[in-house]
């Protein structure tokens, strides 16, 4: 099972939005509304920022939103900050033999 | 406040053996999935492993089935990782994660700061 398809770096201003692309197939992101965004600083453990395409968990600022199209799942991040930079990866439920994939992850720089 | 706390990290030779904990805190331990999610040095994130919150129905990554087990011990609040026949790419840091009610689903809401188990002759 290759692992979900994601840009390898994405940058944007402080205020601006951007967006990160998760493209699979019809056999996870687009067969299932299981798809979760996670941040992860370097040296830290990854935090959850969206599960279910598209449900913000309590503490995660508005800022961040999912949504889904297809076999592409998108994160969008509004009015940039500096802490936001940071590696992101997707991750989706997958009716092959393993059950869960991520992408290979995108790195934000916050320019 | 949850948290999840792994230990059993370490050096081992390849073709060994090595069992990891994850003594978790703060929730209702019995009632929700539990996973092992791995990321190698300098790379992305792998999911390993997931169990459900009775330890009946276990999940295993291509990679890994037939030489990994994942069970629970919910009177000790303690998820395990048996590793078995470990190779060169075993190497990663071994986080163990916090699922919803269902297992193998991609929602983990918290984390352990990881293990580190290295696989080296």
């Known amino acids: 099972q290759s692992a979900l398809t994601q840009p390898a770096s994405v940058s944007g201003s402080p205020g601006q939005s951007i967006t990160i692309s998760c493209t699979g197939t019809s056999s996870d992101v687009g067969g299932y509304n299981y798809v979760s965004w996670y941040q992860q600083h370097p040296g830290k453990a990854p935090k959850l920022m969206i599960d279910e395409v598209t449900n913000r968990p309590s503490g995660v600022p508005d800022r961040f939103s999912g949504s889904k199209s297809g076999n592409t799942a998108s994160l969008t991040i509004s009015g940039l900050q500096a802490e936001d930079e940071a590696d992101y990866y997707c991750?989706?439920?997958?009716?092959?033999?393993?059950?869960?994939?991520f992408g290979g992850g995108t790195k934000l720089t916050v320019l | 406040e949850v948290q999840v706390l792994e230990s059993g990290g370490g050096l081992v030779q390849p073709g060994g053996s090595l069992r990891l904990s994850c003594a978790a805190s703060?929730?209702?331990?019995?009632?929700?999935?539990m996973s092992w999610v791995r990321q190698a040095p300098g790379k992305g994130l792998e999911w390993v492993s997931a169990i459900s919150g009775t330890g009946r129905s276990t999940y295993y990554a291509d990679s890994v089935r037939g030489r990994f087990t994942i069970s629970r011990d919910n009177s000790k609040d303690t998820l395990y990782l048996q590793m078995n026949s470990l190779r060169a790419d075993d190497t990663a840091v071994y986080y163990c994660?916090?699922?919803?009610?269902?297992?193998?689903?991609?929602?983990?809401?918290?984390w352990g700061q990881g293990t580190l188990v290295t696989v080296s002759s």
């Open positions: 991750s989706s439920y997958t009716s092959s033999s393993t059950d869960v994939i």
């Open positions: 703060g929730f209702t331990f019995n009632t929700y999935a």
């Open positions: 994660a916090k699922g919803g009610a269902v297992a193998a689903r991609p929602t983990f809401d918290y």
